[in-house]
């Protein structure tokens, strides 16, 4: 689907996942690096954003740095699929959303700004609900990026790199809750942002730039719907790892190709005893079926036990809320 797209859409939705310009312009310096006009590559992101093709314009912030968040499962009967889907939604730290192939099928990510909020955002599920909800807090990140061509080419993607939680500052949670929601699409979107936060534009740019040399920012660009332009088929595949073997596993199938996340989480003993995690992001499912089968030959994973949940449907995909309180259902 994207080779139908515009040639500049096609470069702004691949060429600019990462690496935005830190400068007081930065879509003048995306429209000299592709040739083109500012007002085009607004006029562009714009229509793209409107579509539904990105999510936004802004940043992705390492879990359970600036806020708490859990990856969280519920076994659902299908009668009662639609309203328990539909609370869960309505759960404003809830940024993301799918059915998945399982009996566990109701799989989402919910965020708060502390420990506390999410553990009564939680709660208030389980009661509104009356189901058990599995909390899979995050372990080990090996690879937490998300970015990758839309191309088709497999590329393995950087090492993960530790974060530096000593730069954190108060105003930061602000900041990094603006780039998790998007910037604005405008010829100064830093001096908006500064603007919004109270500060000079400049110190906005500043630090920005001191989040994500210490990890904490782990990307920022153009965040990409991967399905709107024909990465159709999402699978995360779960793999139970003997936890000596975990990190040797793990580095090994961030690195491979075709996996776009991998990471460790929380076991619920006897109940769900898979502690890895990866993504895999494809065009149809015999190209993620290609891609796990290779990644399920690495000599770090043989003879380990492993499930794909194929994505059936997205209920919701949004930033991460870092500095907002969660509304407690009533």
């Not at 502390?114 to 058990?132: F, K, M, P, V």
């Not at 088709?152 to 974060?163: A, F, N, T, V």
């Not at 000599?299 to 499930?307: C, R």
Request: glycine share 6%; charged share 20%; net charge neutral.
């Amino acid at each position: 689907m994207i080779s139908r797209l515009h040639q500049l859409d096609r470069t702004l939705l691949n060429d600019f996942q990462r690496d935005f310009p830190l400068v007081n312009r930065p879509f003048a310096q995306i429209a000299e690096t592709v040739g083109a006009t500012e007002d085009e590559v607004l006029c562009h992101l714009t229509r793209l954003q409107n579509e539904g093709r990105i999510a936004r314009v802004g940043g992705t912030v390492r879990p359970n740095t600036a806020g708490a968040s859990t990856l969280a499962a519920m076994a659902v009967p299908d009668e009662a699929l639609h309203d328990v889907a539909q609370r869960v939604s309505q759960e404003p730290g809830v940024n993301h959303s799918y059915l998945r192939e399982n009996d566990w099928n109701l799989w989402f990510v919910n965020t708060a700004p502390n420990e506390a909020l999410l553990e009564a955002s939680l709660d208030a599920i389980r009661r509104d609900t009356g189901l058990q909800v599995l909390d899979l807090r995050l372990v080990r990140p090996f690879n937490i990026d998300l970015g990758f061509s839309l191309s088709g080419d497999k590329r393995s993607l950087p090492p993960q790199r530790d974060p530096d939680l000593s730069v954190l500052q108060e105003q930061d949670r602000g900041l990094l809750h603006a780039l998790s929601q998007g910037m604005p699409i405008c010829q100064t979107p830093f001096a908006k942002l500064a603007q919004t936060l109270g500060m000079a534009e400049n110190a906005v740019i500043d630090r920005i730039q001191t989040l994500f040399d210490a990890a904490i920012l782990t990307r920022i660009g153009v965040i990409v719907r991967h399905r709107s332009v024909g990465w159709s088929s999402n699978a995360m595949v779960v793999w139970n790892v003997p936890q000596d073997r975990m990190i040797a596993a793990g580095t090994a199938l961030a690195a491979h190709p075709g996996v776009t996340l991998c990471y460790q989480r929380r076991t619920v003993p006897g109940v769900w005893d898979y502690g890895l995690y990866s993504m895999i992001h494809a065009r149809s499912r015999s190209e993620a079926d290609a891609t796990l089968r290779s990644a399920a030959a690495l000599p770090e994973l043989a003879g380990i036990d492993h499930l794909p949940l194929y994505s059936l449907h997205c209920y919701k995909q949004t930033g991460a809320v870092l500095d907002q309180p969660i509304r407690k259902a009533g």
